[in-house]
């Protein structure tokens, strides 16, 4: 059954625009056809879809699942962060996932210290699925998951990746503990091409201006460094954090599965 | 010797945020302390430097050699792109590399197709940097350079890099000519990590969402792609284009610098 989205209701959806509600109601919304399609694919609970009343035409075998709702395209104005409001969106619950170290334990895990950009969260996501990594864990202070600009950059990859926020020495000290190996990337350290990489582990990526803070490093056993071509002073200084993770993460599933 | 900013000059400047304005002065402009500070130790054309009153103190040896100009916060606001304006800004202008296809011969080179967005493209000048690459050559249909995103991004980067547009058919009719390889990713293709890899060459990059076009694709000879670990429905469908620029140009400079 189709209902039509009320003044009230859309009110209250619009409001998730804003992190303080989305924190408040555990809900994020997911703009266009691609994302909702993979949002309902996934394991998370989508709580309603939200479209243009021509959309629904075909949609039957969807209406019996699910809460529907047809919007005007005012509303989806109101309702969208686009330049160009999409035909439908969907209404979704953050997941929590419960952060068990030991799970950990035999896996390639990202960490990440501070990102603060939502393009590069989105884009480490979208990488992390790429390279078959399952969570990625956030300092507190990092930017937040379900900001519209991180689901927009991740393409999907947000419903499948598991995203903790935790404070992140008490989880290094607990990683420490369990003897699994942590990395990290600083402007000095080992050239990443030629220094051994344990097959499993943490790898802990630093804030976009800052780096790794000190706090953290002290718990970095291997320091690895993406090395440049020719550099200079007249050399770019360092590379976007998503790219390095991306070049650290190539290079060590390279070796786990390309070589003999 | 400083001047006072008039209006008509602030306006003449602010209009440089539209493109169409930068293409007929063929004039940038580049905000913030770091990025003003590369632009003057680069071999970029620097014809003015904006900033607050403030600022000029112990500037002198600025004052002399170049065209400056105080402008009230007011103007800088008028001037800025960014949330919070900065104190100074350079007016610079446009470079004009033309494109000698003979110089290509004996390097690597990255070649965007329609790349549109203005992140994406700082981000892959800011890693052509690092990694020594000297020229990037987009599509005439790409996002342009001296948007101010792009700037952004590039870090810097895009006072060093050599940034061409171009008909990309007659550029790679060209380069096939002169026998310089040419690569490109594709979803399916060799593995990159497997696959010998020429020492030098193009390695050509397509659209965010559409890829590299069959127009192109008739010229690369060498299809790559970066293997995602256990490929699934359930997995990230295909990576960012400046991380998987980024993956290529590593895995490349790794065999020829760091094996033996």
Redesign the interface.
């Known amino acids: 059954m189709i209902s039509r989205l009320s003044n009230n209701e859309c009110k209250q959806l619009a409001s998730l625009k804003i992190k303080k509600y989305r924190v408040q109601q555990q809900l994020f919304l997911v703009e266009g056809e691609k994302l909702v399609d993979e949002a309902l ?2 394991d998370i609970t989508v709580k309603a879809i939200v479209a243009l009343e021509d959309w629904w035409q075909d949609k039957k075998q969807l209406t019996e699942k699910i809460k529907c709702l047809a919007a005007s395209p005012q509303q989806m104005k109101q309702l969208s962060q686009l330049v160009t409001p999409p035909p439908v969106l969907a209404v979704v619950q953050i997941p929590v996932h419960p952060l068990q170290i030991n799970d950990l334990q035999h896996k390639i895990t990202i960490v990440l210290e501070n990102i603060q950009d939502p ?1 590069n969260l989105g ?1 480490i996501i ?2 992390a ?4 990594i399952d969570h990625v864990i956030c300092s507190n202070e990092s930017v937040e998951a379900f900001n519209p600009k991180v689901i927009q ?1 991740s ?3 947000i419903f ?1 990746i598991k995203i903790h926020y935790t404070d992140l020495k008490l989880f290094l000290k607990e990683i420490s503990k369990l003897q699994i190996p942590i990395m990290g990337t600083f402007l000095e350290g080992e ?1 990443l ?2 220094t051994p990489l344990p097959p499993i582990g943490v790898l802990v990526m630093g804030n976009e201006s800052k780096g790794i803070s000190p706090n953290l490093a002290a718990y970095i056993k291997r320091k690895i460094t ?5 550099p200079s ?8 954090v ?2 390095a993770t ?2 650290v993460c ?2 060590w ?2 070796r786990n ?3 003999t």
């Open positions: 694919r996934s393009g884009t979208r990488l699925d790429w390279f078959g950059s393409m999907g990859s499948r050239n091409y030629t993406i090395p440049a071509i020719n002073e007249q050399r770019a200084e360092s590379l976007n998503a790219v991306a070049i190539s290079e599933q390279r599965h390309w070589t």
